[in-house]
T-cell receptor, first 115, second 113 residues
Framework: GAVVSQHPSRVICKSGTSVKIECRSLDFQATTMFWYRQFPKQSLMLMATSNEGSKATYEQGVEKDKFLINHASLTLSTLTVTSAHPEDSSFYIC???????????FGPGTRLLVL | AQSVTQLGSHVSVSEGALVLLRCNYSSSVPPYLFWYVQYPNQGLQLLLKYTSAATLVKGINGFEAEFKKSETSFHLTKPSAHMSDAAEYFCAVSNFGNEKLTFGTGTRLTIIP
């Protein structure tokens, strides 16, 4: 099956710094990638949808200047949390899908802790 | 707008017993429906999906789900629970497979030895 990786798996950073999370589709070309956020014991909330070569579409309430998304190639999307604060601590999960395909494939997630 | 309701945030069943996790959806267009499983500190793994073909869908690990349009339901079942089934289960809906998913709040399944 299709494999999606995320790097890093865990990151701890100081308040005010920026953190970049990578999402890669390893064995297929992902025309669309999604970024989700999951708080402890809660469901996944979609943050944004990114299509290769175009600007990401953010969900209502998600600050696009704080959560920068780049989808420069068909196998890589990055999420940068700028000027991170403790309330940004969460589990970030990406998924990837192919044009006209039915299924999204999820990465293993990145746990971010901002001190 | 779409939404998913998962009844029961926690379900406990004995090993070997029937597993039933409930999911009801709301969608203004014919839905695509998914069940995902999440183990601690991991991403989501697709169990099965409904994409307007057969209403009874079989997935991995012995799970299956039945799409019932009249009841707007997509309940997940497994005849005999295993200890390895203990995890968090999410039901999700989309308009089309490669569009954004709307997730339910999840059901934590505990298996009693």
């Amino acid at each position: 099956g299709a494999v999606v990786s995320q790097h890093p798996s865990r990151v701890i950073c100081k308040s005010g710094t920026s953190v970049k999370i990578e999402c890669r589709s390893l064995d297929f070309q992902a025309t669309t990638m999604f970024w989700y956020r999951q708080f402890p014991k809660q469901s996944l909330m979609l943050m944004a949808t990114s299509n290769e070569g175009s600007k990401a579409t953010y969900e209502q309430g998600v600050e696009k200047d704080k959560f920068l998304i780049n989808h420069a190639s068909l196998t890589l999307s990055t999420l940068t949390v700028t000027s991170a604060h403790p309330e940004d601590s969460s589990f970030y999960i990406c998924s990837a899908g192919q044009l006209l395909q039915e299924t999204q494939y999820f990465g293993p997630g990145t746990r971010l802790l901002v001190l | 707008a779409q939404s998913v309701t998962q009844l029961g945030s926690h379900v406990s069943v004995s090993e070997g017993a029937l597993v039933l996790l409930r999911c009801n959806y709301s969608s203004s267009v014919p839905p695509y429906l998914f069940w995902y499983v999440q183990y601690p500190n991991q991403g989501l793994q697709l169990l099965l999906k409904y994409t307007s073909a057969a209403t009874l869908v079989k997935g991995i690990n012995g799970f299956e789900a039945e799409f019932k349009k009249s009841e707007t339901s997509f309940h997940l079942t497994k005849p005999s629970a295993h200890m390895s089934d203990a995890a968090e289960y999410f039901c999700a809906v989309s308009n089309f497979g490669n569009e954004k998913l709307t997730f339910g709040t999840g059901t934590r399944l505990t298996i009693i030895p």
